[in-house]
């Protein structure tokens, strides 16, 4: 996969100039970026990025199931940032 091999490349390039592992990967579930920190610095704890999240939790519920979403996820995110 050419992603896979592009974001590795980077990372490699990181590693070459001796800055060190990531402490944490977060990303939109692109498979691409995914592989490549597992590749190049395997012990980099991955997280999925939380505004692609709830826009997928929100694309998949009809705009009549949950009046006042945004809000609710809104102030639950926003709870979660200031943590």
Do not use: N, Y
Request: charged share 25%.
């Amino acid at each position: 996969m050419i992603h896979t091999l592009v974001w590795a490349d980077l990372l490699r390039d990181r590693k070459r100039r001796r800055m060190g592992a990531p402490v944490q990967a977060i990303g939109d579930g692109a498979l691409g970026f995914w592989l490549a920190p597992r590749e190049v610095f395997p012990q980099v704890a991955e997280q999925r990025c939380w505004f692609h999240k709830i826009a997928k939790v929100l694309s998949a519920l009809p705009k009549s199931a949950h009046p006042g979403r945004e809000e609710v996820f809104g102030r639950g995110l926003k709870r979660l940032v200031l943590q």
